[in-house]
């Protein structure tokens, strides 16, 4: 039996409108689906906000700004809601529930315009001989962070270790700091020097960032401290010097090598 052709036409348009409407119908229940799905999604970061006083962790009353926990779990507070005065920022940073190490709010001009950044410092970290800390500096208005260069990346590009038959050398600023094997190590133990990533500690001072990062022989023998004073510059808080203070507890020798190039 062969089908009109106008019996087909409409046998077409009925099926592509019915597809047409199933699509419609299946686009509405995806966007639908969709819908609930980001609610879902968005409802927990918006209850983020919703802390109380019972969250709060430190604060600086002088200038309205207050740090608040969201969660706390194996003795840390993971992830913040920091306030200056009417603004609220969530940031992801972790810090030790031990009030001995809380957070402490500094408020300085690190970039020298006239304006005082808050400085956070956090203590992720500590044990015998060992401080695990960070920073973070946020600008009040608007209220957004300024990128502090990772201390361990300043060091490894800046800083050299060498060890020979009889000694350890560190190589810095065209100087070398000799340590005699004998003096930092038992008989018979091996081992070397250097620094433990993650182990520094900040400080401000005259409206000034320094990170202190300490260097050990084995068995965690304190020799000294690395010091990088940061400066502002291209939007960030980068490097502007390393110097090395020796504790004076191992002999320990410095050669000028600025003349050996």
């Known amino acids: 039996m062969i089908i009109p052709k106008i019996a087909l036409i409409c046998f077409i ?3 592509s409108f019915n597809y047409d409407c199933m699509a419609l119908h299946s686009s509405e229940n995806a966007r639908d689906d969709l819908k609930n799905s980001c ?3 968005i409802k927990p970061k918006k209850d983020i906000f919703d802390v109380d006083e019972s969250q709060l962790v430190v604060k600086l009353p002088s200038s309205n700004i207050k740090l608040y926990y969201v969660k706390k779990e194996d ?3 993971k992830d913040f809601v920091l306030q200056i005065n009417d603004s609220k920022r969530v940031f992801r940073w972790k810090n030790e529930t031990n009030p001995t190490f809380a957070p402490q709010l500094i408020l300085s001009d690190l970039d020298k315009d006239g304006k005082e950044e808050l400085v956070i410092l956090l203590t992720k970290g500590h044990g015998t001989g060992f401080y695990f800390g960070d920073v973070h500096v946020i600008e009040q208005e608007p209220l957004i962070e300024i990128l502090v260069e990772n201390p361990f990346i300043i060091l490894y590009k800046n800083v050299q270790f060498e060890e020979h038959p009889e000694h350890f050398e560190m190589i810095l600023n065209n100087k ?3 340590y005699r094997k004998n003096d930092v190590l038992y008989p018979g133990q091996e081992g070397g020097i250097g620094w433990y990533n993650d182990a520094v500690k900040f400080k401000v001072e005259d409206n000034t960032l320094y990170a ?3 260097v050990y022989a084995p068995f965690t023998k304190f ?5 990088i004073k ?3 510059e291209d939007e960030i808080l ?3 010097s390393i110097e090395y203070i020796d504790t004076g507890i191992f002999k320990m020798k410095s050669i000028d090598i600025s003349n050996d190039n």
Do not use: T
Not at 223 to 227: E, K, Q, S
């Open 230 to 232: 940061y400066k502002y």
């Open 13 to 15: 348009l009925f099926c």
């Open 238 to 240: 980068q490097m502007e």
């Open 223 to 227: 020799l000294g401290h690395l010091i």
């Open 39 to 41: 609610s879902n999604l």
């Open 176 to 178: 070398k700091y000799l």
């Open 75 to 77: 003795g840390m507070y």
């Open 212 to 214: 202190r990062v300490p």
